[in-house]
DNA sequence: CTGATTTGACCGTA
DNA sequence: TACGGTCAAATCAG
């Protein structure tokens, strides 16, 4: 990934300014947005107003026994991945939280699958942008990626055929950062961190990914892709099939790709055949 | 109107 | 007890 890497990187600067920085004219709503401030009521636990009698017909299931499961059950699989990119992983995401994390400088966003409601994917994770790097004409911002849990979910059926998005030959083995540049942001908040954090990309849940191996990859338009296993460590770099997939073709291309990103397919491209990812995930 | 995001409160674990 | 993860009302945007 010499040349091949070093153009990448051009192209994916420029996709990340037009990505990331709708900083189109409009910024306006960036900054001034009244944001609307105030706080959730919530307040179930102690809320006994309901609990009055003693019946529990209470509907929230936060002081259900439903407990919630919290980090015991995440630490069954736990992927991290550092990236200056982490919408792009080929799948759909909603967040449900964000968290100023202690001893960190950039709060800490919470996502989980967009089709968790739906199907009851469990996968989730977390972003949370590093204290390095960033801002300033330097180097893009790097972004610690922590994966948890498995997709369960499917894509919708054949309404969701794939779509290619990578059009790169491989170079080194990446994980299937499935690429895509169709993000359409909904909007150019600039909070900070959480602006560029922000994602709910393209593309659909549909095989079981990342999760289950562990490795460093590399992306060579990137170059900053890394991942690891917080937990069990090790070997499982061969495992891992890994495609770059950050080598647009061209950025015309790129930017004629409009349609959301469906699933995390890959293109057959010389050398390497499709969904090689999709197969071993689905090991 | 619907769906996504924001964010303070709540809760479990260390 | 502190911290991190999750919930869910409020709010925003299309």
């Avoid at 107003?49 to 499961?69: L, V």
């Avoid at 959480?194 to 460093?216: H, K, Q, Y």
């Avoid at 990859?217 to 997939?245: C, K, M, N, Q, R």
Wanted: aromatic residues 6%; glycine residues 8%; hydrophobic residues 25%.
């Amino acid at each position: 990934m010499t040349t091949l890497g070093l153009q990448g990187d051009e192209l994916l600067a420029q996709l990340r300014e037009l990505l990331y920085l709708p900083s189109s004219p409009t910024t306006t709503s960036g900054d001034e947005r009244p944001r609307r401030r105030r706080g959730n009521k919530k307040r179930c636990r102690n809320d006994n107003e309901t609990n009055n009698g003693g019946e529990e017909a209470h509907p929230h299931h936060c002081c259900s026994g439903k407990t919630r499961k919290t980090t015991k059950q995440q630490k069954s699989s736990k992927y991290l991945l550092v990236t200056s990119v982490p919408d792009f992983d080929g799948y759909q995401w909603r967040k449900y939280g964000q968290k100023q994390i202690e001893g960190a400088t950039y709060a800490r966003s919470y996502y989980r699958c967009t089709r968790s409601a739906e199907q009851g994917c469990p996968a989730k994770r977390t972003v949370q942008r590093n204290d390095d790097g960033g801002e300033d004409g330097g180097n893009p911002a790097k972004y610690t990626v922590v994966y948890m849990g498995e997709h369960t979910c499917t894509a919708n059926d054949s309404l969701e055929a794939p779509v290619i998005l990578e059009t790169t030959a491989v170079v080194v083995p990446a994980v299937s950062a499935t690429s895509s540049t169709n993000k359409q942001q909904r909007r150019p908040q600039h909070d900070d961190d959480t602006a560029a954090i922000n994602s709910s990309m393209a593309g659909s849940c549909c095989s079981s990914t990342t999760t289950t191996a562990t490795g460093i990859i590399e992306s060579p338009a990137t170059s900053d892709i890394t991942w690891s296993s917080s937990d069990h460590v090790d070997d499982y770099s061969g495992l891992f099939p890994v495609y770059d997939s950050w080598a647009p073709a061209s950025l015309q291309e790129m930017e004629d790709f409009t349609g959301p990103i469906r699933s995390p397919v890959h293109i057959p491209a010389d050398g390497w055949t499709i969904d090689h990812f999709l197969l071993h995930a689905a090991m």
